[in-house]
């Protein structure tokens, strides 16, 4: 069975550009989580989706960040217009439940010049 | 108090000794608990996962949970080497079911 899976593993893009993650989760998962790491700080909570609704944005830290998921399948990530300070890894997570473990993607390690 | 609290570390421990790391939480609804562990430049690894007071073996991981002194331990016994990594601990928030993570714990288990 697939793990979760994000895209692209690495993006470097320049200021003010829109750059856009993918997440795939594990087939079943209703709960997707995305997560971002930037340098030397410690994984953040970013929002939280059931199905294709947000459950909970609380961690997104401005209207330049959009996500979504039609159809409660895969999730979009969107960055428009990017900053510097977007730079970091961006981790997907999915689980069945909200009690139940969550699996992580691989990450997209986002450079912002 | 944040959420999850870890100490960054790093833990040094030697090979073939039991490495313990500590975790506490502030929301006393929180129903579960993880422990993930992140070799450099990787995505975090599910290791253990507990949602009842006392202890879940696996291995050589084991997790403690004191829920009444909001506190969730790892012990790695017979450290390795390969154990080498920041471990993160990550909480069930009750309040509003997101997953909240610890800063992590640099581990060094020294050959």
């Known amino acids: 069975e697939a793990g979760v899976t994000q895209f692209p593993s690495h993006s470097v893009i320049e200021k003010g550009q829109t750059v856009t993650l993918r997440c795939d989760p594990i087939?079943?998962?209703?709960?997707l989580y995305w997560y971002r790491r930037v340098m030397g700080k410690e994984i953040k909570f970013l929002l939280h989706f059931v199905k294709e609704s947000k459950q909970d944005e609380s961690g997104m830290p401005n209207n330049r960040f959009l996500a979504e998921r039609t159809g409660g399948t895969y999730s979009t990530l969107k960055v428009q217009p990017a900053e510097l300070e977007d730079s970091g890894v961006y981790f997907c997570?999915?689980?069945?439940?909200?009690?139940?473990?969550?699996?992580f993607g691989q990450g997209t390690r986002l450079t912002v010049v | 108090q944040k959420e999850v609290e870890q100490n960054s570390g790093p833990l040094s421990v030697p090979e073939g000794a039991i490495a313990s790391l500590n975790c506490t939480y502030s929301d006393r609804g929180s129903q579960s608990f993880f422990w993930y562990r992140q070799y450099s430049g990787k995505s975090p690894e599910l290791i253990m996962f507990?949602?009842?007071?006392g202890d879940k073996e696996d291995g050589r991981f084991t997790a403690q949970l004191n829920k009444a002194s909001q506190y969730v331990s790892l012990l790695i016994r017979d450290s390795q080497p390969s154990d080498s990594a920041t471990y993160l601990c990550?909480?069930?928030?009750?309040?509003?079911?997101?997953?909240?993570f610890g800063k992590g714990t640099r581990l060094h288990i020294l050959p």
């Open positions: 087939s079943g998962h209703d709960n």
């Open positions: 507990i949602y009842s007071n």
């Open positions: 990550a909480v069930n928030m009750n309040r509003d079911d997101k997953i909240i």
């Open positions: 997570a999915s689980s069945q439940s909200v009690v139940t473990e969550a699996f």
